[in-house]
């Protein structure tokens, strides 16, 4: 192939300062986040664990990393369910109306999260749900549950059309054959949109801040420790939360790819 | 005669306003290897389809053993199809395949783990019972495929193209594997292909079916020598069809005009009336090639184009001073007696008796 030189450096330049971009605040918190200063600044000062210290001192941080954890686990399953029966109901039957059905359902993401989050907490308080951890549960499991379905699609899309019959031509009933036939081939592809809804919601700040209450997930403990004052901790705390966040992507992509990777080279 | 196994009582298939199949109309006897063959679209996989209940026919009746199926649902059904994509469980070993019916009917461990090594051993691939699918050779995956359906030990079993992803050397073995199969077992076989030679070699009965409706049913070399129609005696190839009026009828002969000339025709199956329209085929290895004008009544002037040699069988293709295009078939060594180039001009003649009139126009 005849490439020119010179658009190759732009374009290298150009992916070098993304990842610049995306990872350099992220690696500055986790420095500042082990300097013993309480101004971020430069030159640092010495190696500290004072405010992780501090973090695992604190009982509200405990407190909202468990309902961080909560929420993300039980987002993750219902997310992962209801992502899976509406790609699976795509895959299966053909419907007036089910290009608006998709649309409908891919929807959630691509509105704006004050948005979704004014129309939820509005929700909620109007059915009296609003302030419990079920409240950011429910709004969670809205917001990510296309997500699995995209991911369980992809998946579906993948699989030999004749399978299904073929099980119920030897004698599977259309429930053994979902348990014995469509969930195993999907199986990969659920364990990434169990890893990939759970990472979504324990990212999330929003919709979480707006129908929390007293139910605090760890990002909304993160902003009312910046908002009181400038606090290292905040780093320590931005750290977990990352870390957590990436295993949970990495993890859901391991297992989209191996499977993905297996496919195509058998 | 043995009795109808599977009957297709007036079927009619339509898909919104598409007929797939219209009027079907036949029987399955026990224990026979029946072909549908027909071109892509004709019918014969929802045919087979409607059999396995994945299809439900829009009237009409499909009896097995007497048993009216046309609400039973597929998986109540004892017809175990075998699928041209294979439709393999890859996240499963050949072995979890073969017992996933077994497993399905509510069969124990055990027994499904002894059955399927029985029916892998039976196909030879005992060897490969751990493996991944994925890991399998088309012909292995094949023979997994097989087994899958046959350790179901099933009255009926239906075949669709399952040997179309084959290369052409495996294809004639597993033709072989399926004919000892099929005869040490007893079982039916309904096996649907696009390919005459798959069909012709393994039936006892070949259904031929176009746009929807049988075309001709019969034993394959009835259908070889004598083709109802226009439509068969094309598909089956190697003939030579020849339509035209009826001009003059004699006691066990009639006269018929063509634009290639007059030609007698024997009537012993067909009756002809003067002054109707017939068309009759003569099998392209039953038509003789003389460099000079010979003495038979069916002689035919022609112009060599092309030749094509299938081992040590040639078959020429000429064209008459009309157009029309003649087919002859010869052996390679009595061809080249002759030293023919295309362009040259040679006389086709053939016997009366060779001729075979179409029974449907």
Same mark, same amino acid.
């Given at each position: 192939m005849n490439s020119s030189r010179p658009l190759n450096y732009v374009l290298a330049a150009y992916v070098v300062l993304i990842f610049a971009f995306v990872f350099a605040p992220i690696i500055f918190s986790l420095i500042f986040s082990f300097n013993s200063q309480r101004f971020p600044t430069i030159p640092l000062g010495e190696f500290s664990t004072e405010w992780y210290e501090k973090i695992l001192a604190d009982p509200d941080v405990w407190e909202a990393a468990l309902n961080s954890l909560i929420v993300s686990s039980s987002t993750a399953v219902i997310a992962t369910f209801l992502g899976f029966c509406t790609a699976?109901? &795509?895959?299966?039957?053909?419907?007036?109306?089910?290009?608006?059905?998709?649309?409908?359902?891919?929807?959630?993401?691509? !509105?704006?999260?004050?948005?979704?989050?004014?129309?939820?907490?509005?929700?909620?308080?109007?059915?009296?749900?609003?302030?419990? !951890?079920?409240?950011?549960?429910?709004?969670?499991?809205?917001?990510?549950?296309?997500?699995?379905?995209?991911? #369980?699609r992809l998946r579906l899309n993948q699989m030999d059309p004749d399978l299904e019959a073929a099980a119920w031509n030897l004698g599977g009933s259309e429930w053994k054959t979902m348990r014995h036939v469509i969930?195993?081939?999907?199986?990969?592809? #659920?364990?990434?949109?169990?890893?990939?809804?759970?990472?979504?919601?324990? &990212?999330?700040?929003?919709?979480?801040?707006?129908?929390?209450?007293?139910?605090?997930?760890?990002?909304?403990?993160?902003?009312?420790?910046?908002?009181?004052?400038?606090d290292p901790q905040v780093n320590a705390i931005g750290t977990f939360v990352f870390l957590i966040s990436m295993t949970l992507v990495v993890l859901a992509q391991v297992f989209f790819a191996s499977r993905q990777l297996k496919s195509i080279h058998p | 005669m043995s009795a109808p196994l599977v009957v297709f009582d007036k079927v009619e298939k339509n898909f919104d306003d598409f007929t797939a199949v219209k009027e079907l109309d036949f029987e399955i006897r026990e224990g026979e290897f029946i072909a549908i063959m027909g071109p892509s679209g004709c019918g014969k996989t929802t045919t087979l389809r409607m059999l396995?209940?994945?299809?439900?026919?829009?009237?009409?009746?499909?009896?097995?053993?007497?048993?009216v199926m046309n609400d039973v649902l597929p998986h109540e059904r004892d017809t175990p199809l075998v699928w041209q994509s294979l439709a393999l469980f890859p996240f499963l070993t050949a072995q979890r395949n073969v017992e996933f019916g077994l497993k399905m009917r509510g069969i124990g461990k055990a027994e499904r783990a002894e059955r399927a090594r029985k029916w892998l051993d039976k196909m030879g691939i005992l060897q490969f019972a751990d493996r991944d699918i994925s890991t399998l050779s088309g012909g292995q995956k094949q023979r997994v495929a097989l087994a899958r359906s046959l350790v179901m030990e099933p009255q009926v079993l239906l075949l669709d193209e399952p040997l179309s992803a084959l290369d052409a050397h495996l294809v004639i073995r597993m033709q072989a594997v399926l004919? $000892? /199969?099929?005869?040490?077992?007893?079982?039916?076989?309904?096996?649907?292909?696009?390919?005459?030679?798959?069909?012709f070699a393994m039936a006892d009965r070949v259904?031929?079916?176009?746009?929807?409706?049988?075309?001709?049913?019969?034993?394959?070399?009835?259908?070889?020598?004598?083709?109802?129609?226009q439509f068969v005696a094309e598909f089956v190839g190697r003939n030579n069809i020849l339509s035209g009026a009826v001009e003059a009828i004699s006691d066990d002969t009639?006269?018929?005009?063509?634009?290639?000339?007059?030609f007698a025709v024997p009537m012993n199956e067909v009756k002809l009336a003067e002054g109707q329209r017939a068309s009759f085929v003569i099998s392209a $290895? /039953?038509?003789?090639?003389? /460099? $000079?004008?010979?003495?038979?009544?069916?002689?035919?002037?022609?112009?060599?184009?092309?030749?094509e040699f299938v081992g040590s069988m040639v078959t020429l293709f000429l064209e008459d001073t009309k157009g029309h295009e003649f087919k002859v078939q010869m052996q390679e060594r009595e061809l080249s007696t002759f030293d023919l180039k295309s362009g040259d001009d040679v006389w086709l003649s053939w016997d009366t008796q060779s001729a075979h009139v179409l029974s449907e126009e």
């Amino acid at each position: 192939m005849n490439s020119s030189r010179p658009l190759n450096y732009v374009l290298a330049a150009y992916v070098v300062l993304i990842f610049a971009f995306v990872f350099a605040p992220i690696i500055f918190s986790l420095i500042f986040s082990f300097n013993s200063q309480r101004f971020p600044t430069i030159p640092l000062g010495e190696f500290s664990t004072e405010w992780y210290e501090k973090i695992l001192a604190d009982p509200d941080v405990w407190e909202a990393a468990l309902n961080s954890l909560i929420v993300s686990s039980s987002t993750a399953v219902i997310a992962t369910f209801l992502g899976f029966c509406t790609a699976y109901s &795509d895959f299966r039957y053909n419907f007036r109306l089910k290009g608006p059905y998709l649309g409908l359902i891919l929807l959630p993401p691509t !509105i704006p999260l004050i948005i979704m989050a004014l129309a939820m907490l509005a929700w909620f308080s109007k059915i009296g749900m609003s302030g419990q !951890i079920y409240s950011i549960i429910i709004a969670h499991s809205v917001l990510t549950a296309p997500f699995a379905m995209a991911v #369980i699609r992809l998946r579906l899309n993948q699989m030999d059309p004749d399978l299904e019959a073929a099980a119920w031509n030897l004698g599977g009933s259309e429930w053994k054959t979902m348990r014995h036939v469509i969930i195993p081939f999907c199986k990969p592809a #659920i364990a990434s949109g169990l890893f990939l809804t759970a990472a979504v919601s324990f &990212d999330e700040f929003a919709v979480s801040w707006f129908v929390s209450g007293l139910n605090k997930t760890l990002p909304v403990i993160i902003l009312e420790i910046v908002q009181g004052n400038i606090d290292p901790q905040v780093n320590a705390i931005g750290t977990f939360v990352f870390l957590i966040s990436m295993t949970l992507v990495v993890l859901a992509q391991v297992f989209f790819a191996s499977r993905q990777l297996k496919s195509i080279h058998p | 005669m043995s009795a109808p196994l599977v009957v297709f009582d007036k079927v009619e298939k339509n898909f919104d306003d598409f007929t797939a199949v219209k009027e079907l109309d036949f029987e399955i006897r026990e224990g026979e290897f029946i072909a549908i063959m027909g071109p892509s679209g004709c019918g014969k996989t929802t045919t087979l389809r409607m059999l396995a209940g994945l299809e439900a026919p829009t009237s009409g009746e499909i009896r097995l053993n007497g048993q009216v199926m046309n609400d039973v649902l597929p998986h109540e059904r004892d017809t175990p199809l075998v699928w041209q994509s294979l439709a393999l469980f890859p996240f499963l070993t050949a072995q979890r395949n073969v017992e996933f019916g077994l497993k399905m009917r509510g069969i124990g461990k055990a027994e499904r783990a002894e059955r399927a090594r029985k029916w892998l051993d039976k196909m030879g691939i005992l060897q490969f019972a751990d493996r991944d699918i994925s890991t399998l050779s088309g012909g292995q995956k094949q023979r997994v495929a097989l087994a899958r359906s046959l350790v179901m030990e099933p009255q009926v079993l239906l075949l669709d193209e399952p040997l179309s992803a084959l290369d052409a050397h495996l294809v004639i073995r597993m033709q072989a594997v399926l004919t $000892d /199969l099929q005869r040490e077992l007893g079982i039916t076989f309904v096996y649907v292909t696009h390919s005459q030679s798959e069909a012709f070699a393994m039936a006892d009965r070949v259904v031929i079916m176009t746009e929807g409706e049988i075309a001709q049913i019969g034993a394959p070399k009835d259908i070889y020598r004598a083709p109802a129609n226009q439509f068969v005696a094309e598909f089956v190839g190697r003939n030579n069809i020849l339509s035209g009026a009826v001009e003059a009828i004699s006691d066990d002969t009639a006269k018929i005009t063509t634009p290639s000339g007059d030609f007698a025709v024997p009537m012993n199956e067909v009756k002809l009336a003067e002054g109707q329209r017939a068309s009759f085929v003569i099998s392209a $290895d /039953l038509v003789h090639l003389a /460099l $000079d004008k010979p003495a038979s009544e069916n002689a035919a002037q022609c112009k060599l184009i092309s030749e094509e040699f299938v081992g040590s069988m040639v078959t020429l293709f000429l064209e008459d001073t009309k157009g029309h295009e003649f087919k002859v078939q010869m052996q390679e060594r009595e061809l080249s007696t002759f030293d023919l180039k295309s362009g040259d001009d040679v006389w086709l003649s053939w016997d009366t008796q060779s001729a075979h009139v179409l029974s449907e126009e």
